[in-house]
DNA sequence: CGGATTTGACCCGCGC
DNA sequence: GCGCGGGTCAAATCCG
């Protein structure tokens, strides 16, 4: 949305973000008033955990569209953005809004072709696509995707 | 009012 | 061992 300011220069910065750290997400712990029920915490560990965690499926669409947020059918939420060295353009990334469903999309444009934008998509989505694809065109862009691993 | 979005800072892994 | 790059989170803000 750069095609306006939704975050005018305002006149003051509540404090320095520098030194703004509440706890810094407070070491160990996400969880720090909570510890009450005790409950087990965890058992000791999950090493074969380590091979479930390669299993993350990793699919690249490239796309050709002028805007970056390709509605693939699920809503995703921007939970950060970063400039690449490789490319001008600064990556997006986006995470599925779904209570279990962690799936995650990248979005980044080809500093090569304004017009090409990768999308790869981790992992796979716990709910059905629910979205009612009208537009041909919509079909027809996902039909242009492809190279996928 | 809620949810989505933004921006900055912090963190982790790898490379040299 | 330190630095860079990339990735994630968290608070603040804005829009509907």
Not at 23 to 37: F, M, N
Not at 48 to 74: C, N, P, W
Request: glycine share 4%; proline share 6%.
């Amino acid at each position: 949305m750069e095609s306006s300011l939704q975050r005018p220069p305002s006149s003051a910065l509540p404090s320095p973000r520098r030194s703004f750290r509440p706890s810094d997400r407070i070491s160990s712990a996400q969880v720090p008033s909570e510890a009450q029920g005790a409950h087990q915490m965890e058992s000791p560990v999950e090493e074969e955990k380590k091979a479930a965690q390669q299993q993350k499926q990793r699919y690249a669409f490239h796309t050709r569209s002028h805007v970056d947020i390709l509605d693939d059918g699920y809503r995703w939420r921007k939970y950060g953005q970063k400039a690449v060295k490789n490319n001008k353009f600064p990556r997006s990334y986006y995470r599925c809004t779904h209570q279990g469903c962690s799936v995650k999309k990248q979005v980044q444009r080809l500093s090569k072709d304004e017009a090409i934008v990768e999308t790869t998509y981790e992992g796979v989505h716990n709910h059905t696509t629910e979205k009612p694809i009208d537009s041909f065109e919509q079909v027809l862009e996902q039909m242009q995707m492809y190279s996928y691993f």
